[in-house]
């Protein structure tokens, strides 16, 4: 079974710059997340879809970045204008139906400087 | 607002030691609790889910402990081997909510 697939692995920006993280979920799985891991820290969760429908974004900075899941399939992770403070690891995960055991991918690792 | 802290955020050991990793929660209303294994520049990878009805989870050599009154969990690993070193983090989940400990980074020494 295939597992979780992101890319880029890495990504250096600058500054106001923007950015873009795709993830391929495991196949069949309806539940789809996106971390932000920063240094030192456990991940932090920016947004789960549920098919292709938003759960949860209460903790997403809207003003400069965006998630969409087209499909109920692949997803994409938006950055615009990133800032230093962006710097970080992205992960996303995958879960089945009933949302016990979650799947990750091996992350983007963004450096803004 | 839940809160996860994992003692100690380090630990080196030397091969074949039994160890413990400590994982607490402020709130004690939990839907289930993770342990995870992140390895350098690697996603996490599940290890062990218990569910909030549940004492503990066993596999091979690694068993977790819930004590979910104290708000405490725990993750016994058996005769340390080298391959062992990693982050560990727990992650405690109410509702669609899953928050994560800062992890413990664990090194055993052959």
């Known amino acids: 079974e295939a597992g979780v697939a992101q890319s880029p692995r890495y990504k250096i920006i600058e500054k106001r710059q923007s950015v873009a993280f795709w993830c391929n979920p495991i196949?069949?799985?309806?539940?789809l997340y996106w971390y932000q891991q920063i240094l030192g820290q456990g991940p932090k969760l920016l947004i789960q879809f549920q098919n292709n429908g938003v759960v949860d974004d209460s903790q997403l900075p809207k003003d400069r970045f965006s998630a969409e899941r087209l499909k109920g399939v692949d997803s994409t992770l938006k950055i615009q204008p990133a800032k230093l403070e962006d710097s970080a690891v992205y992960l996303c995960?995958?879960?089945?139906?009933?949302?016990?055991?979650?799947?990750f991918g091996s992350g983007t690792q963004l450096s803004v400087l | 607002k839940q809160e996860v802290t994992q003692i100690p955020a380090a630990l080196s050991v030397p091969e074949g030691e039994n160890l413990v990793l400590n994982c607490s929660f402020t709130d004690s209303a939990i839907y289930n609790l993770q342990w995870f294994r992140q390895d350098p520049g690697k996603g996490l990878t599940s290890l062990l889910l218990?569910?909030?009805?549940?004492r503990e989870q066993t596999s091979g050599r690694l068993n977790a402990s819930l004590d979910k009154s104290s708000g405490r969990s725990t993750l016994y690993i058996a005769a340390s081997q080298p391959g062992d070193s990693a982050t560990y983090l727990c992650a405690v989940r109410r509702d669609n909510d899953m928050r994560f400990g800062a992890g413990t980074r664990l090194t055993v020494k052959p």
């Open positions: 995960a995958s879960s089945s139906d009933d949302g016990e055991k979650l799947f």
């Open positions: 218990i569910q909030s009805s549940q």
């Open positions: 196949s069949g799985h309806a539940t």
